[in-house]
């Protein structure tokens, strides 16, 4: 079975500040990827600046190939103590996680990291280390499927000081709440679920920024979603062979898209009327393909009961084509391929405008964006 390393990551600013102090990097390489999350101390500009500098710096070097004493050595003598308070200026953790499972781990006055299996906290066998005259701690250890990593910087542990709580949300708290949550399906779940309660510690007004990075090693799941026909009518057999070798659940999005398919595998589409509503037209089921519905009316709602999980919390109950639809994307799905006909439908728009102004397309754009943001690995091929 394939593999994949997925990872995600949100913060929310200090209330009243326009930039964040804290700051995350990702990049993948070619056995894997290294992210790092760095805090800046304090809050604004500055903290921006600060924890910029020291992911920027940390991902470029061990990107590069330095090794991690170089890359801390150059981090600590470019961000030196505050000589006032006599703390670092950038705190940060940095992980090195490989394909294989095999991760190494560096902490700097982070909180410490979460991680759990099967729903079980993990021990991570931390070691202190000297380097460039800070104390670091340094682990290996093995990442397993469905295993949960979570990062959080200080304004986790304070979230509700001034405001619910006298002392915050102490690390053994989040640790609890994270393991209750540890087993959801994607990394994006658990971090807004972690975010989402520290906002509402601070009452929506958070006393210090406050970031999640959630990793966790997921199987590949495929979805292969086809709207609209080729533009050109002599593609359409290329068009069905790409919708026979493709892997994974298929999506048949248009009734022009899925009679090409039906007459081609001389297979009947049959209508259900199960979740119907007034607002969309039925979906519809056939040999061979996981899902039929209609075209842009769907692909538009789609997109919006997306946001609403993403940005509102609202869970997508509906069973009309559109809720299906979104939840196959949402937790069935890790990569994601949409092959989108360019030929237009005169019942949408002017024939005359050019792609950009294609009303499926855009909509077909803005159903990609909003995948990614949810951590999906989506292609968007036009035909």
Same mark, same amino acid.
Not at 180 to 194: E, F, G, P, R, W
């Given at each position: 079975?394939?593999?994949?390393?997925?990872?995600?990551?949100?913060?929310?600013?200090?209330?009243?500040?326009?930039?964040?102090?804290?700051?995350? %990097?990702?990049?993948?390489?070619?056995?894997?990827?290294?992210?790092?999350? &760095? +805090?800046?101390?304090? *809050?604004?500009?500055?903290?921006?600046?600060?924890?910029?500098?020291?992911?920027?710096?940390?991902?470029?070097? @061990?990107?590069?190939?330095? *090794?991690? %004493?170089?890359?801390?050595?150059?981090?600590?003598?470019?961000?030196?103590?505050?000589?006032?308070?006599?703390?670092?200026?950038?705190?940060?953790?940095?992980?090195?996680?490989?394909?294989?499972?095999?991760?190494?781990?560096?902490?700097?006055?982070?909180?410490?990291?979460?991680?759990?299996?099967?729903?079980? +906290?993990?021990?991570?066998?931390?070691?202190?280390?000297?380097?460039?005259?800070?104390?670091?701690? %340094?682990?290996?250890?093995?990442?397993?499927?469905?295993?949960? #990593?979570?990062?959080? &910087?200080?304004?986790?542990?304070?979230?509700?000081?001034?405001?619910?709580?006298?002392?915050?949300?102490?690390?053994?708290?989040? !640790?609890?709440?994270?393991?209750? $949550?540890?087993?959801?399906? =994607?990394?994006?779940?658990?971090?807004?679920?972690?975010?989402?309660?520290?906002?509402?510690?601070?009452?929506?007004?958070?006393?210090?920024?406050?970031?999640?990075?959630?990793?966790?090693?997921?199987?590949?799941? =495929? #979805? !292969?979603?086809?709207?609209?026909?080729?533009?050109?009518?002599?593609? +359409?057999?290329?068009?069905?062979?790409?919708?026979?070798? &493709?892997?994974?659940?298929?999506?048949?999005?248009?009734?022009?898209?899925?009679? $090409?398919?039906?007459?081609?595998?001389? %297979?009947?589409?049959?209508?259900? @009327?199960?979740?119907?509503?007034?607002?969309?037209?039925?979906?519809?089921?056939?040999?061979?393909?996981?899902?039929?519905?209609?075209? @842009?009316?769907?692909?538009?709602?789609?997109?919006?009961?997306?946001?609403?999980?993403?940005?509102?919390?609202?869970?997508?109950? *509906?069973?009309?084509?559109?809720?299906?639809?979104?939840?196959? @994307?949402?937790?069935?799905?890790?990569?994601?391929?949409?092959?989108?006909?360019?030929?237009?439908? *005169?019942?949408?728009?002017?024939?005359?405008?050019?792609?950009?102004?294609?009303?499926?397309?855009?909509?077909?754009?803005? #159903?990609?964006?909003?995948?990614?943001?949810?951590?999906?690995?989506?292609?968007?091929? =036009?035909?």
């Amino acid at each position: 079975m394939e593999y994949y390393i997925d990872a995600s990551y949100k913060s929310i600013n200090k209330f009243g500040e326009e930039l964040c102090g804290d700051k995350v %990097e990702t990049v993948k390489t070619e056995d894997g990827c290294i992210l790092v999350l &760095s +805090d800046g101390l304090g *809050s604004g500009v500055k903290a921006n600046i600060l924890a910029t500098l020291t992911s920027k710096i940390a991902i470029t070097m @061990l990107k590069s190939g330095s *090794s991690i %004493e170089e890359t801390l050595d150059t981090i600590m003598n470019t961000l030196p103590e505050c000589k006032i308070r006599k703390l670092a200026y950038s705190t940060f953790t940095i992980i090195k996680l490989n394909n294989n499972g095999d991760c190494y781990m560096v902490e700097y006055e982070n909180p410490p990291t979460f991680f759990y299996r099967d729903g079980r +906290d993990v021990f991570i066998n931390r070691k202190e280390k000297i380097i460039a005259g800070k104390k670091i701690f %340094e682990s290996y250890f093995k990442f397993y499927p469905e295993d949960l #990593l979570t990062v959080v &910087s200080d304004g986790a542990v304070h979230a509700g000081v001034g405001e619910f709580l006298n002392l915050g949300w102490q690390w053994e708290n989040i !640790n609890d709440f994270l393991r209750d $949550i540890s087993q959801k399906k =994607y990394a994006t779940d658990v971090t807004n679920s972690l975010l989402d309660v520290c906002k509402r510690l601070y009452n929506d007004k958070p006393g210090d920024d406050t970031t999640v990075l959630s990793v966790k090693f997921q199987p590949i799941k =495929y #979805l !292969n979603l086809f709207t609209g026909p080729p533009k050109d009518i002599k593609e +359409d057999e290329n068009f069905i062979k790409k919708v026979e070798e &493709s892997q994974g659940i298929r999506v048949l999005s248009g009734g022009t898209t899925a009679n $090409i398919i039906s007459k081609a595998w001389d %297979e009947e589409i049959k209508i259900d @009327l199960k979740g119907y509503n007034d607002n969309l037209p039925p979906v519809g089921h056939m040999r061979g393909v996981d899902l039929v519905t209609e075209g @842009l009316l769907t692909l538009n709602r789609t997109v919006e009961y997306i946001k609403e999980y993403i940005y509102e919390g609202d869970e997508i109950t *509906s069973e009309d084509g559109a809720g299906v639809l979104g939840r196959m @994307l949402l937790f069935d799905a890790s990569h994601i391929n949409i092959v989108a006909g360019t030929a237009v439908n *005169s019942a949408h728009q002017n024939p005359d405008f050019p792609i950009d102004f294609n009303i499926k397309l855009k909509v077909v754009t803005e #159903l990609k964006s909003i995948l990614e943001i949810f951590g999906k690995i989506v292609n968007l091929e =036009y035909i």
